[in-house]
């Protein structure tokens, strides 16, 4: 079976069993503070367990795309090193919402393994939880009895609160499980020792596929458990893993789905895979990594230095550095891996064979500025060999290459030893942990559990028609954020507008008789709409008053519509390659992030304004649907961006069918009209084939063009209001040039005369032609000149010059060439000993130095200090 047919089978096996089929939920995610990206198939079904959602269907099942590379869930430091975890993976899963619970997942998961993909019984092993007194958790004896059904006794073994009690993050919905687990060693080596010795100790051929999770607790924050409203199923099977089991291989990497990515590297690298551990371990990696980094970056995360995008440039960075360490890759090679992989995933992941010239792109010049940097860090390692006492790189040393080259400890020791060097680890180590604790400390947020104040519905968005509304508080939460305590508050319905789409949150207050309580922000976590307060009101039960900024919700309708605009006035001048890649919309500003591979030139520019512009003016009505079917939407022109997450249903905005039809939950002027003028203020590159336009409106850019005419005044002014400004400037310009001519002309007379009377006044010393001498000279330009003019004139010239240039003190020393020969005197050292008595330092070559200085009274010491050094 190969893995195409493999996915399809498991998702038609389902489909009969009832399961609704859903597409992946993009990697990246956005609404949800607790993670970066998704780390199992359940994320995006969050809200269902914790009853803030409601599921289309009582069953579901798809394939998702999962990233474990941070947070509770991190597996970066073995992929690649062993054979069977990975940074991207697909999770095979089914669930079971208040339905089903243990009997038909287990009866299922067996009929699914033995029967349709044929995995042989006898190497099957199954775990139930064993309990857990500590938390007062029973054996599972359920999923104990249910298994009995299928499989021998003495193949169900008991597992660990560790290994066999799943939770997604620290907090949230979490439960027993019940994992399968398989034996793929040899017929002989299975006779020398039984599988279940060997399942859950890290052994790479007998390995965990599918875990079975019966979702029946919620973690709260001071840890303790609550029991989930209902009972759910949640299942995640590893699809690279099943493949292998499928396929009879020992590894993932040697199955259909990475084969083609191995077979590409080892043919660039001239290397063949399985002949050396390190260049196997290196290819691996490579193979997967770029897996990772292509769909991140198809979901809409950028390689940055924060955040999500951080944790993509670090995963880059890993590969690029094994393939230059190992594999010889000492020019960009992972975006050329980008075409094979878009290629493979297309039939399950269309995104990337859609977008593989921006993803590659982005890979590639990432890959560029990073090789740069190991090249400055390689440099940098020559220049601690130089400075090194002994033979070892101390911890601080490894720790700088690494925090500010990316050297790796690893990498940072191969080198060291190729050069006869080591690296203290134990003291890198250390820093490391010093660093940890650091960012650790920065991060540190506690959120507390809610506590119901009402009736726990989800929250009406009244906020599209109204600005103000009675409200009640739901529930409530405090949060601590670097050392801050907020609140955050649900309310039964509200006006305020959540962070989301680029659109920042509505800030106002909540009113009571009297009493006034700030929201100074409202945000998502994923469907729950959360406002933030500092401080709680005294009676939560009592009814509020709910009241958004008004002035500053204008703003920023203003300001989103234009970029609605924006981007349709893009698509038109530039072409229709252009897609939105970010946004940002507040108040004051909005940003506008699109995929395009050249700067926009001064006329594209004006181009685009003038379409907004007379847009605004048309003053088009806005045209808002909601509950649109998504393919509807489609149809109507309206553009699904990739890694955003959109409904079966959305909201359709429109001004002017023609025109502009954008998918978009946020808050827009009633009419184009209101937003009164549209100005760019800047058009710049954010990363590879990504542009970035910042503009303003209304107001604001009122404001904007009123102060730039107010400069235009004052320079008028300062012209005395010439009748043609320009020419005024450009003539002012060329005469400034002609005087800077003429002051080089006077300057260059002068310093001929200085030289001819410093002539007059050498004398004949010691068998060499001395000239010491204090002198005003007019630029450091001309000392230079009149220094080199004597040497043409003196082969044992020893001049010693302390010079006033323009204020400023200067010694010069200048050596004749005999002069030099005899090696009787040094200019370098020379000066170094006068700059002291001007405070000053400087330097050159041994026969002409020079050194500035602050103390422009120590020119008479400097002509003394010359004398006494010149007689010793
Ligand atoms: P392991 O102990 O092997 O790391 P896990 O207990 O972390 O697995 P789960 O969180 O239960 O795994 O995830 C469900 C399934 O997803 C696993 O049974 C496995 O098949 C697969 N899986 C988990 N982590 C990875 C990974 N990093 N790469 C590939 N597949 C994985
Ligand atoms: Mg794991």
Known sequence: MDSGLIRRTFLKFFEKKGHLIVPSAPLVLKNDPTLLFTNSGMVQFKDYFLGNATPKSKRIADTQKCLRVSGKHNDLEEVGIDTYHHTMFEMLGNWSFGDYFKKDAIAWAWELLTEEYKLPKDRLYVTVFEGDTKENLPFDQDAYNFWKQHIDEDRILRGNKKDNFWEMGDQ?????????????????????????????????????????????????????????????????????????????????????????LLDFIGQAAGVKYKQDEKTDIAMRVMADHVRAVAFAICDGQLPSNTGAGYVIRRILRRAVRYGFTFLNFKEPFMYKLVPVLGNQMKEVFPELEAQKDYVGKVIFEEETSFLRTLEKGLKRIEVIQAELKGKVISGPMAFELYDTFGFPLDLTSLIARERGFSVDEDGFKAEMEKQKTRSKADAAKETGDWVLTGDDEKTEFIGYEHLESPVKIVKYRKIKQKNKELYQLVLDKTPFYAESGGQVGDTGYLSSNGEKISIIDTKKENELIIHFTEKLPADLGKPFQAVVDRSKRQLTMNNHSATHLLHAALRQVLG?????????????????????????????????????????????????????????????????????????????????????????????????????????????????????????????????????????????????????????????????????????????????????????????????????????????????????????????????????????????????????QSNKFHAGNLVKELAKEIEGGGGGQPFFATAGGKNLNGLNAVIEKAKQLISQ
């Open 576 to 820: 229709k390659h252009v897609e939105q890649k970010g946004s940002l919309v507040n108040d004051k500003v909005l940003r506008f992030d699109f995929s395009h591979f050249a700067a926009m030139t001064p006329e594209e520019i004006l181009k685009v304004e003038d379409i907004v512009n007379s847009k605004i003016r048309e003053d088009i009505h806005l045209d808002e649907k909601r509950n649109v079917p998504i393919e509807q939407a489609k149809s109507l022109g309206a553009m699904a961006l990739f890694g955003e997450k959109y409904g079966d249903f959305v909201r359709v905005i429109t001004f002017d069918p023609k025109f502009s039809v954008e998918l978009c939950g946020g808050t827009h002027v009633s009419a184009t009209g209101h937003i009164g003028l549209f100005k760019i203020v800047s058009e710049s590159s954010v990363a590879a084939g990504v542009r970035r336009i910042e503009a303003i409106t209304a107001e604001g850019a009122e404001a904007y063009v009123r102060a730039e005419l107010g400069v235009l005044d004052e320079v008028r002014n300062l012209l005395k209001n010439p009748k043609d400004l320009v020419a005024s400037i450009k003539s002012l310009s060329e005469e400034k040039h002609a005087l800077e001519k003429k002051l080089e002309a006077i300057n260059a007379e002068r310093a001929n005369q200085i030289k001819d009377e410093l002539v007059r006044k050498a004398s004949k010393t010691n068998g060499h032609t001395l000239i010491l001498e204090k002198v005003s000279v007019p630029s450091a330009d001309a000392l230079k000149n009149i220094a080199y003019a004597l040497r043409n004139q003196f082969d044992d010239l020893l001049m010693i010059l302390a010079a006033d240039v323009d204020s400023k003190p200067q010694v010069a020393v200048m050596i004749g060439e005999k002069l030099m």
């Open 172 to 260: 949230g919905p979490c439960g027993p499980c019940s994992e399968i687990h398989i034996d793929l060693r040899s017929e002989e080596e299975v006779k020398k020792l039984p599988g279940k010795e060997l399942v859950n100790q890290s052994h790479p051929q007998v390995i965990e596929i599918w875990n079975n999770v019966f979702m029946e607790f919620n973690r709260k924050a001071d840890g303790s458990l609550e029991k989930l409203p209902a009972q759910h199923v949640d299942t995640g099977m590893g699809f690279e893993r099943l493949c292998m089991a499928i396929q009879k291989k020992t590894s993932n990497y040697d199955t259909d789905v990475f084969s083609p």
